[in-house]
């Protein structure tokens, strides 16, 4: 398997533009994470989704920010309009929650460089 | 909801000692507890996790503890080597009991850098 993949791995932006990130979390796993980090903030949940269904997303800072999950194959996180403090690490991660007892590791993808100017 | 607290912040130690970190958590009804490390400019990745019914669990130089009445557990890392430079996080996790739904949410810590000095 190819483990959690996202795109971009690095968005350079100018303010005011909109962003979309993309997370394929790895094949048969049914909770996707979408995480930010910064350094001063550290890894920051912003929402969650099980069976494609969003959970919580009560970390998502603002109305600029939303996100989908369509099918089980894939995610976007959507910034709109971006501002520079935005800037961040964005990690998308993946688990298999289908079974009692199934492992709860949370397996992360490279992460999307995001730079608003 | 579940908050955890991790410390040091920072930590540097020479190569070949022990390094220890500890993080409290929160509630009570946690009962999954992974380290995670993470490499600089890379991903973070499971190194070893605990649950509630165990007290401790080793892994070669690593080994994790947990204490459930004071809501506390720590990670110890023994004989220290320069690849152990990396920041390292704490999560905690709430599962229901057999038959309830869990999603995986995991709540981290604030991270720890552990730097390894040769």
């Known amino acids: 398997d190819a483990g959690v993949i996202q795109s971009p791995r690095h968005e350079v932006t100018e303010m005011g533009q909109e962003v979309t990130l993309r997370c394929k979390p790895i094949s048969g796993h049914n909770s996707l994470f979408w995480y930010r980090q910064t350094m001063m903030r550290g890894l920051e949940l912003l929402i969650y989704f099980n069976n494609n269904v969003p959970i919580d997303d009560s970390g998502m800072p603002e109305d600029r920010f939303s996100a989908k999950m369509p099918n089980a194959s894939f995610s976007t996180l959507k910034i709109q309009p971006s501002e520079p403090r935005d800037s961040a690490v964005y990690f998308c991660a993946s688990s298999d929650m289908r079974r009692q007892g199934s492992s709860y590791e949370q397996y992360f993808g490279p992460g999307t460089r995001l730079t608003v100017t | 909801g579940e908050n955890v607290e991790q410390h040091p912040s920072t930590l540097s130690v020479q190569e070949g000692d022990s390094a220890v970190i500890k993080c409290t958590y929160s509630?009570?009804?946690?009962?999954?507890f992974p380290w995670y490390k993470q490499e600089l400019g890379k991903r973070p990745q499971l190194i070893i996790d605990?649950?509630?019914?165990?007290g401790e669990k080793k892994d070669q130089r690593i080994a994790v503890t947990l204490n459930k009445t004071a809501k506390h557990f720590s990670l110890h890392i023994t004989e220290t080597q320069p690849e152990d430079s990396a920041v390292y996080f704490c999560?905690?996790?709430?599962?229901?009991?057999?038959?309830?739904?869990?999603?995986?949410?995991?709540?981290f810590g604030q991270g720890t850098i552990l730097t390894v000095h040769p």
């Open positions: 605990i649950r509630s019914n165990v």
């Open positions: 999560a905690a996790s709430r599962k229901l009991n057999a038959g309830g739904t869990s999603y995986g949410k995991l709540t």
């Open positions: 509630d009570s009804a946690s009962n999954y």
